[in-house]
T-cell receptor, first 115, second 111 residues
Framework: DAGVIQSPRHEVTEMGQEVTLRCKPISGHDYLFWYRQTMMRGLELLIYFNNNVPIDDSGMPEDRFSAKMPNASFSTLKIQPSEPRDSAVYFC?????????????FGPGTRLTVL | RKEVEQDPGPFNVPEGATVAFNCTYSNSASQSFFWYRQDCRKEPKLLMSVYSSGNEDGRFTAQLNRASQYISLLIRDSKLSDSATYLCVVRNAGNNRKLIWGLGTSLAVNP
Protein backbone atom coordinates (compact mmCIF):
# COMPACT_ATOMS: atom_id res chain seq x y z
CA ASP A 1 0.00 0.00 0.00
CA ALA A 2 1.25 3.46 -0.81
CA GLY A 3 1.90 5.65 2.17
CA VAL A 4 1.61 9.41 2.29
CA ILE A 5 3.31 10.92 -0.74
CA GLN A 6 4.95 14.33 -0.69
CA SER A 7 6.65 16.33 -3.39
CA PRO A 8 9.13 17.72 -3.93
CA ARG A 9 11.47 15.96 -1.49
CA HIS A 10 13.91 18.86 -1.57
CA GLU A 11 13.39 22.46 -2.55
CA VAL A 12 15.96 25.21 -2.66
CA THR A 13 14.66 28.64 -3.51
CA GLU A 14 15.53 32.27 -3.11
CA MET A 15 13.93 34.68 -0.72
CA GLY A 16 10.79 36.19 -2.16
CA GLN A 17 9.91 33.26 -4.39
CA GLU A 18 6.70 31.30 -4.13
CA VAL A 19 6.97 27.74 -2.85
CA THR A 20 4.31 25.06 -3.26
CA LEU A 21 4.48 21.79 -1.38
CA ARG A 22 2.23 18.90 -2.32
CA CYS A 23 0.75 15.97 -0.45
CA LYS A 24 -1.28 12.89 -1.30
CA PRO A 25 -2.72 11.25 1.83
CA ILE A 26 -3.32 7.54 2.28
CA SER A 27 -6.43 6.53 0.40
CA GLY A 28 -9.45 6.46 2.68
CA HIS A 29 -7.94 8.65 5.37
CA ASP A 30 -10.15 11.62 6.16
CA TYR A 31 -7.74 13.71 8.23
CA LEU A 32 -4.75 15.51 6.77
CA PHE A 33 -2.13 17.44 8.73
CA TRP A 34 0.66 19.80 7.73
CA TYR A 35 3.62 20.11 10.09
CA ARG A 36 6.87 22.03 10.13
CA GLN A 37 9.94 20.68 11.91
CA THR A 38 13.01 22.63 12.99
CA MET A 39 15.74 21.82 15.48
CA MET A 40 14.75 24.68 17.75
CA ARG A 41 10.96 24.29 17.74
CA GLY A 42 10.49 20.61 16.93
CA LEU A 43 7.33 19.49 15.18
CA GLU A 44 4.70 22.19 14.93
CA LEU A 45 1.22 21.64 13.57
CA LEU A 46 0.42 24.26 10.95
CA ILE A 47 -3.09 23.23 9.89
CA TYR A 48 -5.29 20.20 9.65
CA PHE A 49 -8.25 19.21 7.50
CA ASN A 50 -11.13 16.83 8.02
CA ASN A 51 -12.97 15.69 4.89
CA ASN A 52 -11.16 18.42 2.93
CA VAL A 53 -12.35 21.19 5.29
CA PRO A 54 -9.79 23.16 7.33
CA ILE A 55 -10.49 22.58 11.02
CA ASP A 56 -7.64 24.31 12.83
CA ASP A 57 -5.23 26.71 11.16
CA SER A 58 -4.04 28.38 14.34
CA GLY A 59 -0.52 27.14 13.73
CA MET A 60 -0.12 28.86 10.37
CA PRO A 61 2.59 31.40 11.12
CA GLU A 62 1.31 34.30 9.06
CA ASP A 63 -0.50 35.35 5.93
CA ARG A 64 2.37 34.24 3.76
CA PHE A 65 1.29 30.65 4.40
CA SER A 66 -1.83 29.12 2.88
CA ALA A 67 -3.09 25.57 2.52
CA LYS A 68 -5.78 24.00 0.40
CA MET A 69 -7.34 20.60 0.03
CA PRO A 70 -9.41 20.61 -3.15
CA ASN A 71 -10.22 16.90 -2.91
CA ALA A 72 -9.67 13.88 -0.69
CA SER A 73 -6.46 12.87 -2.41
CA PHE A 74 -4.53 16.11 -2.69
CA SER A 75 -3.41 19.03 -0.59
CA THR A 76 -1.01 21.92 -1.07
CA LEU A 77 0.88 24.19 1.29
CA LYS A 78 1.98 27.44 -0.28
CA ILE A 79 4.43 30.03 1.00
CA GLN A 80 4.43 33.37 -0.78
CA PRO A 81 6.77 35.16 -0.48
CA SER A 82 9.26 32.78 1.11
CA GLU A 83 11.81 33.95 3.69
CA PRO A 84 15.00 32.34 5.01
CA ARG A 85 13.31 31.65 8.36
CA ASP A 86 10.86 29.35 6.55
CA SER A 87 13.71 26.88 6.00
CA ALA A 88 12.60 23.63 7.66
CA VAL A 89 11.31 20.16 6.94
CA TYR A 90 7.61 20.18 6.11
CA PHE A 91 5.70 16.99 6.79
CA CYS A 92 2.25 15.97 5.69
CA UNK A 93 0.43 13.28 7.68
CA UNK A 94 -2.92 11.56 7.42
CA UNK A 95 -5.12 9.55 9.75
CA UNK A 96 -8.43 7.77 9.88
CA UNK A 97 -11.48 8.73 11.92
CA UNK A 98 -13.47 6.27 13.96
CA UNK A 99 -10.42 4.96 15.74
CA UNK A 100 -10.01 5.40 19.48
CA UNK A 101 -6.33 6.22 19.33
CA UNK A 102 -5.74 7.54 15.83
CA UNK A 103 -2.27 7.01 14.47
CA UNK A 104 -0.86 9.66 12.20
CA UNK A 105 1.03 8.37 9.18
CA PHE A 106 3.67 10.74 7.92
CA GLY A 107 5.06 11.33 4.48
CA PRO A 108 8.82 11.52 3.93
CA GLY A 109 8.80 15.30 4.19
CA THR A 110 9.95 18.18 2.01
CA ARG A 111 13.25 19.74 3.02
CA LEU A 112 12.93 23.43 2.20
CA THR A 113 15.89 25.79 2.05
CA VAL A 114 15.24 29.46 1.41
CA LEU A 115 18.41 31.40 0.56
CA ARG B 1 7.14 26.44 29.41
CA LYS B 2 6.46 23.97 26.61
CA GLU B 3 3.34 21.87 26.93
CA VAL B 4 5.30 18.63 26.50
CA GLU B 5 8.86 18.49 27.81
CA GLN B 6 11.54 15.89 27.31
CA ASP B 7 15.20 15.59 28.19
CA PRO B 8 16.86 16.08 24.79
CA GLY B 9 19.78 13.80 25.63
CA PRO B 10 21.70 12.47 23.88
CA PHE B 11 21.65 9.20 25.72
CA ASN B 12 24.65 7.09 24.77
CA VAL B 13 24.32 3.48 25.90
CA PRO B 14 26.04 0.20 25.04
CA GLU B 15 24.19 -2.60 23.30
CA GLY B 16 22.18 -4.64 25.75
CA ALA B 17 21.66 -1.80 28.19
CA THR B 18 18.33 -0.73 29.63
CA VAL B 19 17.45 2.90 29.08
CA ALA B 20 14.49 4.98 30.25
CA PHE B 21 13.11 8.26 28.98
CA ASN B 22 10.67 10.51 30.80
CA CYS B 23 8.33 13.12 29.48
CA THR B 24 6.15 15.62 31.35
CA TYR B 25 3.02 17.33 30.11
CA SER B 26 1.40 20.45 31.51
CA ASN B 27 -2.27 20.04 30.56
CA SER B 28 -4.04 17.93 33.15
CA ALA B 29 -6.89 17.42 30.70
CA SER B 30 -4.65 15.56 28.27
CA GLN B 31 -6.37 12.46 27.07
CA SER B 32 -4.17 10.27 24.88
CA PHE B 33 -0.46 9.64 24.95
CA PHE B 34 1.97 8.19 22.46
CA TRP B 35 5.61 7.55 21.77
CA TYR B 36 6.79 8.09 18.21
CA ARG B 37 10.20 7.23 16.86
CA GLN B 38 12.08 9.31 14.30
CA ASP B 39 15.20 8.07 12.57
CA CYS B 40 17.74 10.58 11.32
CA ARG B 41 16.36 12.54 8.34
CA LYS B 42 13.22 10.40 8.25
CA GLU B 43 9.59 10.91 9.21
CA PRO B 44 8.17 10.13 12.66
CA LYS B 45 6.49 6.75 13.07
CA LEU B 46 4.27 5.52 15.87
CA LEU B 47 6.16 3.33 18.31
CA MET B 48 3.37 2.72 20.79
CA SER B 49 0.36 4.21 22.48
CA VAL B 50 0.52 4.67 26.25
CA TYR B 51 -2.35 3.28 28.28
CA SER B 52 -3.29 4.19 31.85
CA SER B 53 -2.40 0.76 33.15
CA GLY B 54 0.94 0.72 31.38
CA ASN B 55 1.69 -1.45 28.39
CA GLU B 56 4.47 -3.50 26.94
CA ASP B 57 5.47 -4.34 23.39
CA GLY B 58 8.43 -6.69 23.30
CA ARG B 59 11.43 -4.85 24.72
CA PHE B 60 9.48 -1.61 25.09
CA THR B 61 7.40 -0.64 28.12
CA ALA B 62 5.38 2.55 28.40
CA GLN B 63 3.95 3.93 31.62
CA LEU B 64 1.63 6.82 32.40
CA ASN B 65 1.40 8.64 35.72
CA ARG B 66 -1.58 10.98 35.53
CA ALA B 67 -1.15 12.33 39.04
CA SER B 68 2.36 13.54 38.28
CA GLN B 69 1.64 14.17 34.61
CA TYR B 70 4.50 12.19 33.20
CA ILE B 71 5.00 9.42 30.71
CA SER B 72 7.93 7.07 30.52
CA LEU B 73 9.42 4.72 27.96
CA LEU B 74 11.71 1.88 28.96
CA ILE B 75 13.82 0.03 26.42
CA ARG B 76 15.37 -3.24 27.56
CA ASP B 77 18.25 -5.08 25.88
CA SER B 78 18.83 -2.15 23.54
CA LYS B 79 19.93 -2.82 19.97
CA LEU B 80 21.97 -0.74 17.56
CA SER B 81 18.78 -0.32 15.54
CA ASP B 82 17.10 1.43 18.48
CA SER B 83 19.27 4.50 17.80
CA ALA B 84 16.80 7.25 16.96
CA THR B 85 14.96 10.20 18.45
CA TYR B 86 11.97 9.31 20.62
CA LEU B 87 9.12 11.80 20.57
CA CYS B 88 6.60 12.08 23.39
CA VAL B 89 3.18 13.05 22.06
CA VAL B 90 0.00 14.12 23.81
CA ARG B 91 -3.56 14.70 22.63
CA ASN B 92 -5.74 16.96 24.73
CA ALA B 93 -9.35 16.36 25.58
CA GLY B 94 -12.08 17.38 23.23
CA ASN B 95 -13.12 16.37 19.80
CA ASN B 96 -9.99 17.40 18.02
CA ARG B 97 -7.11 15.60 16.40
CA LYS B 98 -4.36 18.02 17.34
CA LEU B 99 -1.26 16.34 18.74
CA ILE B 100 1.24 18.18 20.92
CA TRP B 101 4.82 17.02 20.35
CA GLY B 102 7.85 17.07 22.58
CA LEU B 103 11.20 18.01 21.05
CA GLY B 104 12.39 14.43 21.38
CA THR B 105 15.08 12.50 23.20
CA SER B 106 18.03 11.32 21.17
CA LEU B 107 19.32 7.78 21.79
CA ALA B 108 22.56 6.35 20.44
CA VAL B 109 23.20 2.67 21.09
CA ASN B 110 26.87 1.83 20.69
CA PRO B 111 28.49 -1.53 19.87
Amino acid sequence: DAGVIQSPRHEVTEMGQEVTLRCKPISGHDYLFWYRQTMMRGLELLIYFNNNVPIDDSGMPEDRFSAKMPNASFSTLKIQPSEPRDSAVYFCASSLSGVARPQQFFGPGTRLTVL
Amino acid sequence: RKEVEQDPGPFNVPEGATVAFNCTYSNSASQSFFWYRQDCRKEPKLLMSVYSSGNEDGRFTAQLNRASQYISLLIRDSKLSDSATYLCVVRNAGNNRKLIWGLGTSLAVNP
